[in-house]
Nanobody, 117 residues
Framework: QVQLVESGGGLVQPGGSLRLSCAASGSIFSINAMGWYRQAPGKQRELVATITSGGVTTYVVSVKGRFTISRANAKNTVYLQMNSLKPEDTAVYYC???????????WGQGTQVTVSS
């Protein structure tokens, strides 16, 4: 089992920045990718960004150039730096970890990000 604990959400004005953190613990040795998803009210959960154990990153088009995903392997932590935030970025952000051996998905509890003036 893998446990994921997120932090860093909050309320920010349009154009502002936030950094989300996700700390993984437990059976983390077989995690081969981590990422962030988000779900806005009335919408489906969508992929925001992912990073593999080798450092390869992917982003949804709507956040490219504004968001940066990174990881600190020694700390088993993944970050999402969010700049130039827009109201449409408002959502609950969920951390995800993928187990390469069991193909299991693990999820954090979610952290609210609200972009509003």
């Amino acid at each position: 089992q893998v446990q994921l604990v997120e932090s860093g959400g909050g309320l920010v004005q349009p154009g502002g920045s936030l950094r989300l953190s996700c700390a993984a613990s437990g059976s983390i040795f077989s995690i081969n990718a981590m990422g962030w998803y988000r779900q806005a009210p009335g919408k489906q959960r969508e992929l925001v960004a992912t990073i593999t154990s080798g450092g390869v990153t992917t982003y949804v088009v709507s956040v490219k150039g504004r968001f940066t995903i990174s990881r600190a392997n020694a700390k088993n932590t993944v970050y999402l730096q969010m700049n130039s935030l827009k109201p449409e970025d408002t959502a609950v952000y969920y951390c995800n970890a993928k187990d390469g051996s069991t193909r299991s998905d693990y999820w954090g509890q979610g952290t609210q990000v609200t972009v509003s003036s």
